[in-house]
């Protein structure tokens, strides 16, 4: 098969953008690169430069602010467990600019019945349960809960303290055990979101909410963290994908 077409040079360009925003390099706030620096850098043509706002804006990447300009934002959708993941393996940090982490809990709990199947462990059994809510400068973002097989806490005692754990559970697993997480499947539903939580996610208990389940497994094929996220209010569930 033919390759594709290659992309388009107003949108390599935003892409090159996003991921100074993305990284860091480029703050929400900041003003982003002008028409005039664009064409300058570059050497595209006028209309093309005028594009890449326009495809920055439409992305929540950037707004136009009177008398300011054109300047970076954060788009204020969801920063999934995977995504996070994939964070930490790039830049040695989970977290996108302006978002942070407030851990409910951690503690040794008996597996029920979603969890227990999840974990391929007896329910009842002991299992590592770490809770946590990501927030942002818009509010909050998510209600995640991990659930891991409960002989890791031995080798990791850090799980089921709420202290922060620098490299996120998948780095503290495979720097104590080697088990590197190297396959997930992901469940997006409508879930009503229990009354255990919803004063965290700031909504009403049975409220219908966006929920993404993760499951992840290591390089031998076994499962080594369930979780299931609950996602503020009006926020988005969004993947790029390069189609190659």
């Known amino acids: 098969m033919a390759d594709?077409?290659?992309?388009?040079?107003?949108?390599?360009?935003?892409?090159?953008?996003?991921?100074?925003?993305?990284?860091?390099?480029?703050?929400?706030?900041?003003?982003?690169?002008?028409?005039?620096?664009?064409?300058?850098?570059e050497g595209v043509s006028v209309a093309t430069a005028t594009r890449v706002a326009a495809?920055?804006?439409?992305?929540?990447?950037?707004?136009t602010i009177a008398g300011i300009g054109t300047v970076a934002r954060m788009p204020s959708k969801i920063t999934t467990g995977p995504d996070r993941l994939q964070l930490?393996?790039?830049?040695?940090?989970?977290?996108r600019p302006g978002e942070h982490v407030e851990i409910i809990s951690a503690e040794l709990v008996s597996a029920e019945g979603?969890?227990?199947?999840?974990?391929?462990?007896?329910?009842?059994?002991?299992?590592?349960q770490r809770r946590r809510r990501y927030l942002d400068d818009d509010g909050v973002i998510a209600l995640s809960t991990s659930w891991l097989p409960g002989?890791?806490?031995?080798?990791?005692?850090?799980?089921?303290?709420?202290?922060p754990l620098p490299k996120m559970t998948f780095g503290l697993i495979e720097e104590r055990t080697g088990r590197r997480a190297v396959k997930r499947r992901d469940v997006v539903s409508l879930r009503a979101v229990?009354?255990?939580?919803?004063?965290?996610?700031?909504?009403?208990?049975g409220t219908l909410a966006l929920s993404m389940a993760n499951h992840y497994w290591d390089q031998h094929g076994q499962i080594t963290e369930f979780a299931r996220d609950f996602m503020g209010a009006d926020r988005e569930l969004a993947a790029d994908y390069d189609l190659e």
Do not use: C, H, W
């Open 114 to 128: 979603e969890v227990a199947d999840a974990l391929e462990v007896e329910e009842g059994s002991p299992v590592v």
């Open 88 to 95: 930490q393996r790039t830049t040695g940090s989970g977290f």
């Open 151 to 163: 002989n890791l806490a031995q080798v990791a005692p850090e799980l089921i303290s709420t202290g």
């Open 55 to 63: 495809v920055l804006r439409a992305e929540g990447y950037a707004e």
């Open 194 to 205: 229990p009354e255990g939580i919803a004063e965290l996610l700031q909504v009403e208990a």
């Open 4 to 41: 594709g077409p290659a992309m388009a040079p107003y949108r390599r360009i935003a892409t090159q953008i996003k991921g100074r925003i993305e990284r860091g390099e480029l703050q929400p706030g900041d003003r982003i690169p002008s028409v005039r620096e664009i064409v300058r850098e």
